[in-house]
């Protein structure tokens, strides 16, 4: 079995996410594709990298993010990081032909983005963006019944994803709230129901946007005291079309009052349709149009089919299909994909190249939202 070295920079909500998806994976895959190591953590300050290696288990922690990526033991990063440190993590990384394992958005600015494809040509490594809600087996069986033809030509589709953390005003925020640090529901909450939707029936050329800023001033998470101005969204809604003509909404939104994590789509077609709840996580919904009508409603309706645990093997055996899931287990998933991929040699999936086209279809969708027009959308 191949061994491979695991160094984790930043250690917030989604770098503790990316080191409990490592020490899960063994108990859900048996066997895993490789045997990981977390050997280094970085962190701002040398109390939190000294704290992150304690929880994680970590053989070393530093606050200087070269010392894990130049380290001859590390042969994997996660970059979990704020948006705007990403590109420097991801140039130097690319550079020392590390695996990447990036968290959404890629970087900070399309400038930052277009620099990132360049430095991908002659790379060896694999790479991949943690794009998790394509990992459920809802998810999954969603895309096999649309690759299978099962609900025939989208006639629409509705997405949105919806929080409800920034509808107090007086309620600190932190760098998601600002643009210089890439922030913003668009980039943030966006970029996982755009992914989800383009990768089911996408992809998308051309939307109309329009966005909403709740507070323009807020006290800082980060400095105590001090009032920051709010420069990106904390809501928006997108109309959507395909070069086939369907169309669809996008919605997005950190001021639903009663939202805990509400990631919900349909899709409409000619022959049947698909709903997905994230509150849901256990069912997919399925319409087939094609099943017989009649007296009492024949054998025609909604099918709710319980797709629980039962992911591919060697994934599924543990706790068991039957088990309920959770949030976590997505991103147990998205993990196992990106370790194979590396075991295997195929490219990473959703790959650096897909978060870099999301990330422009994102800022397609903040020019429209800041000029009221419909922008045409960039393919892949």
Same mark, same amino acid.
């Given at each position: 079995?191949?061994?491979?070295?695991?160094?984790?920079?930043?250690?917030?909500?989604?770098?503790?996410?990316?080191?409990?998806?490592?020490?899960?994976? $063994?108990?859900?895959?048996? $066997?895993?594709?490789?045997?990981?190591?977390?050997?280094?953590?970085?962190?701002?300050?040398?109390?939190?990298?000294?704290?992150?290696?304690?929880?994680?288990?970590?053989?070393?922690?530093?606050?200087? @993010?070269?010392?894990?990526?130049?380290?001859?033991?590390?042969?994997?990063?996660?970059?979990?990081?704020?948006?705007?440190?990403?590109?420097?993590?991801?140039?130097?990384?690319?550079?020392? &032909?590390?695996?990447?394992?990036?968290?959404?958005?890629?970087?900070?600015?399309?400038?930052?983005?277009?620099?990132? !494809?360049?430095?991908?040509?002659?790379?060896?490594?694999?790479?991949?963006?943690?794009?998790?809600?394509?990992?459920?087996?809802?998810?999954?069986?969603?895309?096999?019944?649309?690759?299978?033809?099962?609900?025939? @030509?989208?006639? +629409?589709?509705? &997405?949105?994803?919806?929080?409800?953390?920034?509808?107090?005003?007086?309620?600190?925020?932190?760098?998601?709230?600002?643009?210089?640090? &890439?922030?913003?529901?668009?980039?943030?909450?966006?970029?996982?129901?755009?992914? !989800?939707?383009?990768?089911?029936?996408?992809?998308?050329?051309?939307?109309?946007?329009?966005?909403?800023?709740?507070?323009?001033?807020?006290?800082?998470?980060?400095?105590?005291?001090?009032?920051?101005?709010?420069?990106?969204?904390?809501?928006?809604?997108?109309?959507?079309?395909?070069?086939?003509?369907?169309?669809?909404?996008?919605?997005?939104?950190?001021?639903?009052?009663?939202?805990?994590?509400? !990631?919900?789509?349909?899709?409409?077609?000619?022959?049947?349709?698909?709903?997905?709840?994230?509150?849901? @996580?256990?069912?997919?919904?399925?319409?087939?149009?094609?099943?017989?009508?009649?007296?009492?409603?024949?054998?025609?309706?909604?099918?709710? !089919?319980?797709?629980?645990?039962?992911?591919?093997?060697? &994934?599924?055996?543990?706790?068991?299909?039957?088990?309920?899931?959770?949030?976590?287990?997505? +991103?147990? +998933?998205?993990?196992?994909?990106?370790?194979?991929?590396?075991?295997?040699?195929?490219?990473?999936?959703?790959?650096?190249?897909?978060?870099?086209?999301?990330?422009?279809?994102?800022?397609?969708?903040?020019?429209?939202?800041?000029?009221?027009?419909?922008?045409?959308?960039?393919?892949?």
């Amino acid at each position: 079995m191949s061994m491979l070295g695991v160094g984790v920079l930043g250690f917030g909500f989604m770098g503790r996410t990316h080191t409990l998806a490592h020490q899960a994976l $063994p108990y859900y895959y048996d $066997p895993p594709p490789a045997d990981c190591r977390l050997v280094a953590v970085c962190e701002a300050t040398a109390e939190r990298a000294a704290a992150a290696k304690r929880l994680g288990g970590f053989q070393r922690c530093t606050t200087d @993010p070269h010392e894990v990526i130049g380290a001859d033991d590390v042969d994997v990063i996660h970059v979990c990081t704020p948006n705007r440190e990403h590109f420097g993590a991801i140039q130097a990384a690319i550079a020392a &032909g590390k695996h990447l394992y990036v968290d959404k958005p890629v970087t900070a600015s399309l400038a930052e983005a277009d620099q990132v !494809l360049a430095l991908l040509k002659g790379y060896a490594g694999t790479a991949q963006v943690a794009l998790q809600y394509r990992f459920f087996p809802a998810t999954l069986k969603a895309r096999q019944l649309v690759q299978a033809g099962a609900i025939g @030509p989208v006639t +629409h589709f509705h &997405g949105w994803y919806f929080h409800s953390g920034s509808v107090d005003p007086a309620k600190a925020v932190n760098w998601k709230s600002t643009g210089a640090f &890439g922030g913003g529901v668009i980039r943030d909450l966006g970029s996982h129901i755009l992914d !989800l939707l383009g990768w089911l029936i996408g992809p998308f050329s051309s939307a109309c946007c329009v966005s909403r800023i709740w507070s323009p001033r807020r006290p800082s998470l980060d400095s105590p005291g001090k009032m920051i101005d709010i420069d990106v969204e904390d809501a928006a809604a997108a109309l959507l079309r395909c070069s086939d003509g369907a169309m669809g909404v996008l919605e997005v939104s950190k001021i639903a009052t009663g939202a805990e994590d509400e !990631l919900r789509l349909e899709i409409h077609g000619r022959w049947g349709a698909l709903r997905f709840d994230l509150m849901q @996580p256990n069912y997919l919904e399925f319409y087939d149009a094609r099943q017989a009508d009649g007296d009492l409603g024949g054998a025609r309706g909604w099918q709710r !089919l319980a797709t629980v645990q039962r992911y591919p093997k060697p &994934g599924g055996a543990f706790p068991g299909p039957k088990f309920s899931l959770g949030w976590i287990r997505s +991103h147990i +998933h998205s993990l196992y994909s990106f370790l194979e991929a590396i075991v295997t040699g195929r490219p990473g999936s959703p790959s650096l190249a897909e978060g870099i086209h999301l990330q422009k279809c994102l800022e397609a969708l903040r020019e429209s939202a800041a000029t009221g027009a419909w922008v045409d959308l960039p393919q892949p």
